[in-house]
Every structure is written in C-alpha cells, then in structure tokens.
Nanobody
Framework: QVQLVESGGGLVQAGGSLRLSCAAS????????MAWYRQAPGKQRDLVAI???????MYADAVKGRCTISRDNAKNTVYLQMNSLKLEDTAVYYC?????????????WGQGTQVTVSS
C-alpha cells in the first residue's frame, strides 16, 4: 500500500516562512513527477509547483519567487519551502506523486496539511 504523508503546515504570520514535507512510503518501484497543490475554502484545487524526476521545476505565477520545490529521491520525499507568505496563501496543501508500484503506475495524493497565514 503506497501512502503520501504531508507535514509542516501550521499558523504563521504574513511575511513568515514554512517548509512542507511529503514522504511517500510503501512498495515503491519509482517516483516520477511530484507536485504540490492547494485548495482554499470554496475554491478549486490549484497547482502550486511541480518537480520532475529530472529536477525540472515549474511554479504557479502566484508563488513564483517565493516558493521552492525540491525532492530527496533517497527518502522519497518532496518539500515546499514557502517564504514571504501572504494571507492569500492560506489553504490546505496537498502533495501529489506519480508512483510506480509493482506493475501499476498512478497518481497518489496526500491527506493535506493546513497552512494558515494571519495578519
């Protein structure tokens, strides 16, 4: 059974920083693209950043220059460093990963971690 478990969310003042982590566990053969999404109350889930297995990264315009996505392949973990946080960054953050397990390759989602930015 493959699982993604996020951590690192919390309450932070505007202008502060947080580092989210997401660790994959289980019977994993390989991990492709990993990503972070977020969903604010009453809104759709939006892509925040992706990182491919090659190391290529891409960011949403809303976070470009303030967030950095990285991964540790040895630990099957993806990170999201968020700086200069704004009120509008408040959301539940979800990690996503393309994981090959045995002969199955599919997307997996974490359970989400709440990030709340206060004024």
């Amino acid at each position: 059974q493959v699982q993604l478990v996020e951590s690192g969310g919390g309450l932070v003042q505007a202008g502060g920083s947080l580092r989210l982590s997401c660790a994959a566990s289980g019977r994993i053969f390989s991990i492709g693209t990993m990503a972070w999404y977020r969903q604010a109350p009453g809104k759709q889930r939006d892509l925040v950043a992706i990182i491919r297995s090659s190391g290529y990264t891409m960011y949403a315009d809303a976070v470009k220059g303030r967030c950095t996505i990285s991964r540790d392949n040895a630990k099957n973990t993806v990170y999201l460093q968020m700086n200069s946080l704004k009120l509008e960054d408040t959301a539940v953050y979800y990690c996503n990963a393309q994981i090959t397990s045995a002969d199955i390759s599919r997307d997996y989602w974490g359970q989400g971690t709440q990030v709340t930015v206060s004024s």
